[in-house]
Antibody, heavy 125, light 109 residues
Framework: EVQLVESGGGLVQAGGSLRLSCAAS????????MSWVRQAPGKGLEWVSV???????NYADSVKGRFTTSRDNSKNTLYLQMNSLRAEDTALYYC???????????????????WGQGTLVTVSS | SYVLTQPPSVSVAPGQTARITCGVN??????VHWYQQKPGQAPVLVVY???DRPSGIPERFSGSNSGNTATLTISRVEAGDEADYYC????????????FGTGTKVTVL
């Protein structure tokens, strides 16, 4: 069964750091694209980052320069290192596998499946 | 970045059909994906590539996409379909490569 389990969330002061983990089972993290998506309390979904199978990464402008996504292939685990945290980073953080393909015309399609259960990050100001 | 606009809420009686729209200019040129999120749970993919269903998702869930509007249709609505629903596209021109809709709360009367 394909499964993702996040951990590492908690309460941190503004300006502090936190590292989230996402342990995968049923598939190989390094062979897939993986993402972090967050959801502020009572709000919608916001994409945070993606790490490609080759190891390169992309980030939303709102976290660029502060967050770093990485993986440990030996542990089949994804990470999100969050530095210089702000009150607006308070959210439930989900990891998700990214599925994707290019069609015959070269258009790119990409979506998330499955998702983990999430880990809550609270930044106090 | 741009916004995928969804109605905040849709109410539907059991057994009827719920339609949830997701709009932005020329969304028909993109692949649209839909997620269901029940209270206290993680999102679950219910439709991908405009109209395909993952295994395990009932045929009652269907999607379409044309012009400026994509639509998720839930036929023969059940009480268990009550949830928030989000559309999503990928767009490299956005500051968020992955753009989510504003979300729609479906209430089963």
């Amino acid at each position: 069964e394909v499964q993702l389990v996040e951990s590492g969330g908690g309460l941190v002061q503004a300006g502090g750091s936190l590292r989230l983990s996402c342990a995968a089972s049923g598939f190989t993290v390094s062979s897939n694209y993986m993402s972090w998506v967050r959801q502020a309390p009572g709000k919608g979904l916001e994409w945070v980052s993606v790490i490609y199978s080759g190891g390169s990464t992309n980030y939303a402008d709102s976290v660029k320069g502060r967050f770093t996504t990485s993986r440990d292939n030996s542990k089949n685990t994804l990470y999100l290192q969050m530095n210089s945290l702000r009150a607006e980073d308070t959210a439930l953080y989900y990891c998700a596998r990214v599925l994707h393909y290019y069609d015959r015309s070269g258009y790119y399609y990409s979506w998330f499946d499955p998702w983990g259960q999430g880990t809550l990050v609270t930044v106090s100001s | 970045s741009y916004v995928l606009t969804q109605p905040p809420s849709v109410s539907v009686a059991p057994g009827q059909t719920a339609r949830i729209t997701c709009g932005v200019n020329n969304i028909g040129s993109k692949g649209v994906h839909w997620y269901q999120q029940k209270p206290g749970q993680a999102p679950v993919l219910v439709v991908y590539d405009d109209s395909d269903r993952p295994s395990g998702i009932p045929e009652r869930f269907s999607g379409s996409n044309s012009g400026n509007t994509a639509t998720l249709t839930i036929s023969r609505v059940e009480a268990g379909d009550e949830a928030d629903y989000y559309c999503q596209v990928w767009d490299s021109r956005s500051d968020h490569f992955y753009v989510f809709g504003t979300g729609t709360k479906v209430t089963v009367l």
